[in-house]
């Protein structure tokens, strides 16, 4: 395949055992996705293996003018806990909110459940005279002694850091700033510092405190990569500025996400979830469960009204990310993920995964039975097409690493291979239940989304188990991610923090705070110096909650309703709000707003649907294989994606191969080929 000389935009997203390429190119509108293996350990060089990949295809470096990438280095560098040493500069009295956390069990009915090891030791953490009121008022003035004293004891333990996070500093954060100001003087600007309340200026200490020493955490490995990245890109011939995808599903520049690495956690599978979104859309559905599953893990998330669902924190190795975020379910369950006997004696899968090195055994260097060989023993996985045909597969070295398991089972190999992807589904299900109930949904109402290396195989099983009636697979599931950061906009949550009665604020100053935090919005936005946008749109949001609550809900606010004389509708749309979460409201009690939030989006040039050619006769049968599903065996039909248009039908049992991922069509399944290339399976319809 030859690419013109036209400009190009590249989407990357790095996995743990594939890097997923997606080109766009502006002048014919045409994607193009690759896949090839990541490099364990450094990562830029599976970059740098992709841009070649690419050159083979007719693609010049200097031909790409627009470049972002989905990033885990952040989040592995977390829970492989290989990050910086870090101190910590708390407010005098408060220096074991680390390690106090919230006194609850991570596990509530498990009692030997522990709470997660603090990132910085006791030992690193200084408690500093000062103290700042709820109002943002001085109640003791910052002591500069006590401060030297400690900043020099820091630099005496070798840090790399500090954190600074003083109580009430979400209203006034000068102390926070004058301590950081001290730091960089006083190391000679040797020492990274995270101030909190530059971070996210939100309340609950404990949480605000994770969070900032998580950042500086992780930023000296992200400030490594991030510099590697670039300078790598310039020796490749890329001009292009890099941008790098956010826990939001929005885009910042490789210099704001090396300051704030802690937006970056949920980079790759935030991606994934705005890909989904464009190809439910194309496909005409607007409420679709979607399940990536990778070479680690499967992640899920619901996509309600063609709208992602967003949290205002997660949980990330036992710790609170109070970061706005698409909301993400995952579960260790990927191709990578190893079979294994527990103490009981019974069949597990995950959540350890054997990753791209030494990866699962049919590689040919691992020696522990993974998913991916599970699949590829039950027939699933065409050995020869595997990643395009770039990773060569060996059966015979899956069934020796799966003999001792199946000896213990006292089943043959292809039996115990079933069991595994059975176990594996069994998980999946497990947490999407739990989902499906938390969120009082109706599976009949949604459709699954299969992608990922691997979601396509197994999401008509999980489809299945949960009564969903139909399952969307987009043309390139396998790089959905990398395709999603294409897609992405720039996007930036400038906050401010209230605690007041609502019916206490007047509309003239809210309509003030609005004003001034779209400002700073914008501010930002120009910053990130990106060419070629297409306009910017702002949001505005308040975080309330019922006056004596703990946590508060996101309402979306309207200009209009700040023009009104009074507050009734926005309280009116938050009792409505209040009654959808939760199932009831209280129209007697008062509200209190926490915090001003302000999103502005700036809108990216964005690869379009295409529509694709229509059949003009049956899909072509490319050969049969036995395949065992569910403890059966099957002579499925065999179909090459690449040549299947509009109106194509498969039934299964069917395997449709292609470059990036494999589709599983189960028995009294069928699939349609729709206009724009997804294929569309449901249950039990005839054959058209």
Request: charged share 20%.
């Amino acid at each position: 395949m030859y690419l013109s000389t036209s400009k190009i935009r590249l989407g990357i997203d790095i996995g743990g055992t594939f890097t997923d390429l997606t080109v766009y190119e502006e002048e014919s509108g045409a994607t193009v996705s690759l896949k090839t293996p990541t490099v364990a350990g450094d990562p830029v060089q599976g970059i740098a293996n992709g841009l070649l990949l690419l050159r083979e295809k007719g693609l010049t470096a200097d031909q790409i003018h627009y470049f972002v990438h989905g990033t885990t280095i952040g989040l592995n560098t977390l829970l492989q806990r290989k990050g910086a040493k870090t101190a910590l500069f708390v407010t005098e009295g408060f220096r074991d909110i680390l390690h106090l956390q919230r006194l609850r069990l991570p596990v509530p009915y498990d009692f030997r459940s522990r709470l997660p090891e603090p990132l910085v030791p006791r030992s690193l953490v200084y408690p500093i005279a000062e103290r700042m009121r709820q109002d943002g008022t001085v109640a003791r003035a910052l002591d500069l002694e006590q401060l030297d004293e400690a900043i020099d004891s820091a630099i005496a333990a070798k840090v790399e850091g500090i954190v600074v996070c003083f109580l009430h500093s979400y209203k006034n954060a000068e102390h926070e700033l004058a301590a950081a100001r001290r730091v960089k003087e006083r190391s000679g600007g040797r020492l990274e510092v995270t101030t909190s309340a530059e971070l996210w200026p939100q309340m609950r200490e404990y949480e605000r405190a994770v969070m900032a020493a998580v950042n500086l955490y992780i930023l000296p490995t992200c400030k490594r990569y991030f510099q590697t990245l670039a300078e790598r890109l310039l020796l490749e011939g890329v001009t292009a500025k890099p941008f790098i995808t956010q826990s939001n599903g929005g885009l910042m520049d490789i210099g704001t996400a090396a300051e704030a690495p802690v937006r970056t956690l949920f980079s790759g599978p935030a991606g994934g979830i705005v890909g989904a979104v464009r190809a439910a859309e194309s496909a005409g559905l607007r409420n679709v469960i979607t399940l990536d599953m990778g070479g680690t893990s499967a992640d899920i998330s619901i996509i309600e009204n063609l709208q992602p669902s967003f949290v205002q924190s997660n949980h990330l190795a036992g710790f609170p990310i109070i970061l706005p975020a698409v909301s993400i379910f995952s579960v260790g369950a990927g191709g990578g993920s190893f079979a294994w006997i527990d103490k009981g004696g019974l069949l597990k899968v995950g959540p350890e995964s054997v990753g791209s090195n030494p990866g699962p055994a049919c590689y040919g260097s691992g020696d522990k039975a993974a998913m991916t060989d599970a699949f590829l023993l039950c027939g699933y996985i065409n050995p020869d097409r595997f990643a395009a045909g770039h990773v060569r597969l060996h059966p015979e070295l899956s069934a020796k690493a799966l003999q001792p398991i199946a000896d213990y089972l006292e089943c043959d190999i292809w039996e115990t291979a079933d069991k595994m992807i059975q176990v594996a589904v069994a998980n999946m299900y497990a947490e999407l239940s739990g989902i499906i109930e938390q969120h009082g949904l109706d599976p009949r109402d949604f459709s699954l989304m299969g992608f990922g290396g691997a979601g396509p195989v197994v999401v008509s099983f999980l489809a299945e188990e949960i009564g969903a009636d139909s399952v969307l697979i987009p043309p390139s599931p396998g790089t959905l991610c990398a395709l999603g950061s294409l897609l992405a906009d720039f996007a930036y949550d400038a906050v401010q923090a209230r605690y007041e009665q609502l019916e206490q604020i007047p509309l003239s100053l809210l309509r003030g705070e609005f004003r001034k935090l779209s400002a700073q919005a914008e501010a930002w936005l120009n910053e990130q110096q990106i060419n070629g946008l297409e306009g910017h749109s702002i949001l505005y949001f308040m975080d309330i909650r019922y006056a004596g609550q703990a946590f508060e809900l996101e309402l979306p606010i309207e200009e209009k309703q700040l023009r009104r004389k009074d507050h009734r509708s926005i309280i009116k749309a938050f009792h409505e709000l209040h009654q959808r979460q939760y199932g009831h409201h209280d129209e007697n009690a008062s509200l209190e707003v926490i915090q001003l939030r302000v999103r502005i989006l700036g809108h990216t040039i964005k690869p379009g649907i295409r529509k694709i050619g229509k059949a003009e006769v049956p899909a072509e049968v490319k050969g049969q294989r036995r395949i065992i599903c569910n403890g059966r065996s099957y002579e499925a039909s065999i179909y090459w994606r690449s040549e299947l248009l509009e109106g194509h039908v498969i039934c299964g049992p069917a395997i449709v191969e292609q470059d990036d991922t494999t589709v599983l069509v189960l028995d009294g399944w069928q699939g349609r080929i729709d206009g724009h290339g997804n294929l569309v399976l449901r249950r039990g319809e005839e054959t058209a």
